[in-house]
């Protein structure tokens, strides 16, 4: 999917998702999940792909220290006025997700997020981001991807099983999956049918 396109159009329908309660209901979920037993700060948080930074700024929100990627820089701009907005801390980088080190991403992280780019990368490209995310994840990480049912849908993402996503990920597994409950707009649910889902990877 070109992405630098999508948002020069002002196409970006993911960015709805903070106006649908279920789907904010599971990710706060998942959010706290991580925090449980802890009190912030809640240590290093990657948002990879973030797009205009809504979820990274959830997170920084609660408590994490967040560093969001992405390769777009026009979608940066407006991550950067939103975390101004929001005043909170946020580290913005312009790279890309299979060449973290290079685009100088390398502390150690405890919760890496990924709200919709691995699904979208070519077999290839899931492999690399899938060995900078291990090289940058601590010992007892978790990464969470939002990964649509795998479907031929042209130039937009076609989606992943558990499976792809584990061979993917060798040396992680995932724990737990469930439903995004993201409801997209009615045409794009009939076209596109998303069925969106939420892995939990840990290292195995
Ligand atoms: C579906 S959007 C999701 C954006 C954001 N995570 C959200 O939920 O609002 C996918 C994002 O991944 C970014 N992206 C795609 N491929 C990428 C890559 N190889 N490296 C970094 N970012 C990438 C796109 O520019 C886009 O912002």
Redesign the pocket.
Known sequence: MN?ELAYKVGFHP??D?IEDPEFVETITDLFEREERGRDPPYGRAL??????G??GIELAKRGWQVTG????ER?LRRARNRVEDADVEMELVL????ELETAGIDDEYQLVLD???FH??NRA?REAMAREVDAVAGPDATVLLLVWDPKRRGPLPRGATRDEIEAAFPGWTVTDMGPSQFTAPKPVELLLTPNEHWYRLRRE
Do not use: K
């Open positions: 992405y993911w960015e998702a948002d990879v792909g973030t797009g205009s809504i979820w990627i992405d390769t777009v979608v790279g890309d997700v299979t709200t919709g780019t979208g990368l490209q």
